[in-house]
């Protein structure tokens, strides 16, 4: 990565991209579908970010990996959906920068491309209602001299391999939901109605 990279983190403070590996040499970075204006996250993301959450303890004591979600939206904006889903990550804005649009998840460039390219080959959702921002994982390596690559990313359906109730769908007779509509049972933790406690 030849840019530096300055992303807010509210009371993490301001770190650029090499300072978000902390003492490990991989990052995982997850790219939050959010940006200034909209009130809550994509149920999406959150219910695959409350699995990886799960993961955390177990991540951290790895020293292997670091995690951190980063959106586009200004990091106050991003208050309401750090406390609502109880995150427990490192959470940073990018909106005063080029990452999101040069990673691919952000329309505008970058791998994007101008004509607006998402997965690398599918074109961006057009339209009055087509987003600005899609989800995506991308994995970055910082050498020993301290240069950080990026490595690997993934984007859209291909994030669904990563969704533990696919697997337990997997083992039904009917198998998982198919696509957009079959997931629509998918809310944010506090709009369920459970019978018991809520997790």
């Known amino acids: 990565m030849d840019k530096d990279y300055v992303f807010e983190g509210g009371p993490l403070g301001h770190k650029s991209l090499g300072e978000l590996f902390g003492k490990a040499d991989t990052l995982f970075v997850y790219h939050l579908m959010y940006s200034t204006g909209k009130e809550r996250a994509c149920p999406r993301c959150t219910s ?19 995690f951190a979600i980063i959106a586009k939206g200004e990091y106050e904006s991003l208050i309401p959906a750090i406390e609502s889903n109880n995150w427990i990550w490192d959470v940073y804005s990018a909106s005063g920068n080029s990452f999101p649009e040069d990673v ?8 994007a491309g101008a004509e607006g390219m998402y997965d690398y080959v599918k074109p961006w959702p057009s339209g009055a209602d087509g987003p600005d921002n899609l989800p995506g994982i991308s994995i970055f390596k910082r050498d020993a001299h301290g ?3 990026h490595t690997y990313s993934v984007f859209g359906t291909a994030l669904l391999e990563l969704v533990q109730y696919n697997f337990m769908f997997d083992l039904t007779p009917d198998g998982r939901p198919a696509g957009a509509p079959e997931l629509s049972f998918l809310k944010h933790k506090d ?7 809520v997790y």
């Open 191 to 197: 709009a369920y109605e459970y019978p018991g406690e």
């Open 104 to 111: 691919g998840v952000t329309k505008g460039g970058g791998l």
């Open 147 to 149: 240069q950080v690559y």
């Open 48 to 66: 695959l970010l409350d699995q990886f959450q799960s993961l955390k303890l177990h991540v951290q004591a790895s020293g292997l990996m670091t």
